[in-house]
Nanobody, 129 residues
Framework: QVQLVESGGGSVRAGGSLRLSCVASGYTYSSYCMGWFRQAPGKEREGVATIDDDGNFDYADSVKGRFTISKDNAKNTLYLQMNSLKPEDTGMYYC???????????????????????WGQGTQVTVSS
């Protein structure tokens, strides 16, 4: 059974940094596509960043240049380094995983879309102005 456990969320001031982690278990970690999503109160969940089993990544335009997704296959861990945080980055952040054939779409408006099958419980990020 696939399990994803996020950590690293917290409260920071605008301009600050956080690093989120997601420990995965129950599948062959290195051969999966993984991603980070977030959901702000009253809004739909949105894609933040994805990374495939070859290390190729995509980002939503809203976080490009500020966030970095990476993974450590030896530790079965996915990371999201978040710098220059803004109040609009506030939300619950979720780790997601799926098979290597998952299709990730970057829309013309710079949004990231992918239909992941497995999800973690989330970790809260709050950015104050």
């Amino acid at each position: 059974q696939v399990q994803l456990v996020e950590s690293g969320g917290g409260s920071v001031r605008a301009g600050g940094s956080l690093r989120l982690s997601c420990v995965a278990s129950g599948y062959t970690y290195s051969s999966y596509c993984m991603g980070w999503f977030r959901q702000a109160p009253g809004k739909e969940r949105e894609g933040v960043a994805t990374i495939d089993d070859d290390g190729n990544f995509d980002y939503a335009d809203s976080v490009k240049g500020r966030f970095t997704i990476s993974k450590d296959n030896a530790k079965n861990t996915l990371y999201l380094q978040m710098n220059s945080l803004k109040p609009e980055d506030t939300g619950m952040y979720y780790c997601a995983a799926d098979g290597r054939d998952l299709v990730v779409v970057v829309t013309p408006t710079g949004e990231l879309e992918a239909d992941f099958s497995y999800w973690g419980q989330g970790t809260q990020v709050t950015v104050s102005s």
